[in-house]
């Protein structure tokens, strides 16, 4: 069974700085990979999906890669700005009829 | 991207009484429908999968007498939380996927329950 897992819970970094988020997943074998932002009370929006035959997916300041064989994927993001402070998830899916599977999120905070 | 709604958007009501919470695609037929819940601070947890015209198929731990999913048409799913209880208070989310557009999943904005 899939399980996702984001390092760290929680980060806070002066805006402006370039940080990273960790997802890992169990299963290699994985169809697509979903990077998510969620604001507090607030539903999920989609920010960069990477198939399976990608490595890497970006959008702006958004930069996601894919790893299967190590079984990991990584969001980049620039140029951190206050509004960027939200909690992000990670999804996985195994094959195309599953379900994404979530990690728990990265809670992240850019100080002005 | 494809559009998934969902109605209402909160709620609150009173322990003991039924809550149904409709889930829509709004621009492309969505032949399977998944149903989340989320507790304060936590992930996104897979309740049941729902297919069009079929019954859903639960997760481990998920009360199917309680949690009533009904996709009777490609465009609506519908999760009837049944005698609700204050531990049943929760961000539910639905999800939609749709063979036109790929197996990619379409999230709708959730519903918050607050059962007092």
């Known amino acids: 069974k899939q399980e996702v897992t984001q390092i760290p819970a929680a980060l806070s970094v002066p805006e402006g700085e370039n940080l990273v988020l960790n997802c890992s997943f169990t299963?290699?074998?994985?169809?697509?990979l979903q990077w998510f932002r969620q604001d507090p009370g607030k539903g999920l929006t989609s920010l960069l999906l990477?198939?399976?035959?990608?490595r890497e997916q970006t959008s702006g300041r958004l930069n996601a890669s894919l790893d299967k064989s190590s079984g990991r994927s990584t969001l980049y993001i620039a140029a951190s700005q206050p509004g960027d402070s939200a909690t992000y998830l990670c999804?996985?899916?195994?094959?195309?009829?599953?379900?994404?599977?979530f990690g728990k999120g990265t809670r992240l905070s850019v100080i002005a | 991207g494809a559009v998934v709604s969902q109605h209402p958007s909160r709620v609150i009501c009173k322990s003991g009484t039924s809550v149904k919470i409709e889930c829509r695609s709004l621009?492309?037929?969505?032949?399977?429908m998944f149903w989340y819940r989320q507790f304060p601070k936590q992930s996104l947890m897979l309740m049941a999968t729902?297919?069009?015209?079929?019954?859903?198929?639960?997760e481990q731990g998920v009360e199917k007498d309680k949690f009533l999913i009904n996709h009777a048409s490609l465009t609506l799913s519908t999760l009837t939380v049944a005698s609700a209880h204050p531990e049943d208070s929760s961000f539910y989310i639905c999800?939609?996927?749709?063979?036109?557009?790929?197996?990619?999943?379409?999230f709708g904005p959730g519903t918050r329950l607050t059962v007092l």
């Open positions: 999800s939609a996927r749709g063979d036109r557009v790929g197996n990619e999943q379409f």
């Open positions: 299963d290699s074998a994985i169809y697509n």
């Open positions: 990477i198939q399976s035959s990608q």
């Open positions: 999804a996985a899916k195994t094959s195309g009829n599953t379900p994404l599977v």
């Open positions: 621009d492309f037929q969505a032949t399977t």
């Open positions: 729902s297919n069009e015209g079929s019954k859903a198929t639960y």
